[in-house]
């Protein structure tokens, strides 16, 4: 027996139409949230940038972090010769990678940038959290600007507000700059160190390398521990302070609800300052739709002879599709072909194909049946494209040349001249 294969766990097709289970959504469906995507961006003036899959696997590492699960963990890394890649697990660090490599800061201005394709990480599937997944985001390059932060918050809320989203949480924090965070670790693990045989595994592990990620954990007994824990916002440095109160009161003059979480890290560590997170309430444990922050010193991680200072988002696209779907939101139904041509005999099947792609050529949406099937079968193809118009033509409409056009709303047929045809469909294109 010959080998099948299936896709790799993980990893899915995304397909015309969807198929139970799949939990994805049809083609179309990707298309028009795309599309949503782009115009908010455009609205905003944000650029569309377009990274490699492949990275060098050290940007990834030293970019997002040795001691991040992404890359202590979660890297699809390979080596060829004597390069190591990295299918990208996230794309800020490649596009600062592009900013610096390709000097964008002068272009003068801020840099506004956006993007969207696949993302990789190597974890254990499970509903919202997949091996290949896709990333929309934006980066603002080059502003230090506390507006830079609410704006790039607001372009990400109002982008699912576009597709009927509303009740998404909106949470921010602060991290503190490079000078105050060591100071908060350290507290952090002079508070911990006593409270040792409480942690799970996970969070011992952390408490010697990367404390401030035992503030994300989900675990009933470890949060209750956190109730006593020193809180970062006593220790950051005061430009951070008042960056912080500088991003709520622009986040307040643009009726942005958000909620302030102490406890809000996120696990990159090329954070500083302002970190927000945007979830929703329908979609379970992966409750996270998207997630952000400042990231000023990610450019002098990667090479950068200079700090530039830089702000954004990234967010997914999987799971913005289970809100949807867990909030009913219906989007626009693949749109109907303008004509199906039925043609019954040999001479009609040598009339309707150039017919067809001359109906193309001049911009209606055709289809005609490519296996010389029954009228019966044809016409169930053209009710299953959702045709608007069917065009018949046999022996009869050959030699009278004309067709007979069916409405397919009102069941009405009418003959129009073959060379009034394209005429005729374009006036009632949908
Ligand atoms: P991060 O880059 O980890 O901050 O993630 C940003 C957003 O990407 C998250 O809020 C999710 O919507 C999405 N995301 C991250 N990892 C995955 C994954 N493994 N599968 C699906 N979506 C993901």
Redesign the pocket.
């Known amino acids: 027996m010959k080998k099948t294969f299936q896709n790799i766990e993980g990893t899915f097709d995304i397909l015309p139409e969807a198929v139970d289970g799949a939990a994805m959504r049809r083609s179309e469906a990707w298309q028009y949230v795309e599309e949503t995507i782009r115009a908010v961006m455009r609205r905003f003036a944000y650029e569309e940038i377009r990274t490699p899959i492949l990275e060098p696997t050290e940007l990834i590492a030293r970019g997002v972090g040795q001691l991040t699960d992404i890359v202590s963990k979660e890297m699809f890394a390979f080596e060829r010769g004597d390069t190591n890649y990295v299918l990208r697990p996230?794309v800020t660090a490649p596009v600062m990678r592009a900013y610096l490599q390709h000097h964008l800061g002068q272009r003068g201005g801020v840099q506004k940038l956006y993007y969207m394709g696949p993302c990789f990480?190597a974890?254990r599937p499970q509903k919202?959290?997949?091996r290949q997944?896709h990333?929309f985001g934006a980066e603002v390059i080059g502003a230090d600007d506390a507006r830079a932060d609410a704006e790039v918050i607001a372009l990400m809320v109002v982008v699912y507000r576009a597709l009927g989203l509303e009740d998404t949480v909106l949470r921010i924090n602060t991290l503190g700059d490079e000078h105050s965070r060591p100071r908060y670790k350290e507290a952090l693990q002079a508070y911990f160190e006593p409270h040792q045989e409480a942690l799970s595994d996970t969070s011992r592990e952390r408490l010697t390398r990367n404390p401030l990620r035992i503030l994300d954990t989900k675990d009933e007994k470890e949060r209750r521990l956190l109730d006593g824990a020193p809180r970062l916002i006593d220790f950051i440095d005061e430009e951070s302070r008042n960056h912080y109160e500088a991003l709520k009161a622009w986040l307040g003059s643009l009726d942005l609800d958000f909620v302030e979480d102490p406890f809000l890290v996120?696990?990159?560590d090329y954070y500083s300052r302002t970190a927000f997170e945007l979830e929703s309430p329908h979609i379970g444990a992966q409750s996270?739709?998207?997630?952000g922050g400042r990231y000023d010193l990610l450019a002098e991680e990667v090479g950068s002879k200079q700090r530039v200072p830089a702000v954004g988002f990234?967010?997914?696209l999987?799971?913005l599709f289970l809100a949807l779907d867990a909030q009913g939101i219906d989007l626009p139904a693949t749109p109907p072909l303008d004509a199906f041509l039925i043609a019954l005999g040999d001479e009609a099947v040598q009339w309707v194909f150039p017919a067809a792609h001359r109906l193309r050529e001049a911009g209606l949406r055709v289809g005609y049946d490519l296996r010389g099937r029954s009228m019966k079968a044809q016409m169930r193809a053209a009710n299953r494209q959702n045709a608007r118009y069917v065009v018949i033509v046999a022996q009869d409409e050959l030699e009278a040349g004309q067709a007979q056009v069916k409405n397919m709303g009102t069941s009405e047929q009418v003959p129009v001249a073959f060379d009034a045809l394209t005429a005729y469909l374009n006036e009632r294109k949908a």
Not at 288 to 291: D, E, Q, R, T
């Open positions: 996230e990480r974890e919202g959290r997949y997944f990333q996120r696990g990159l996270s739709l998207a997630g990234a967010a997914g999987e799971r």
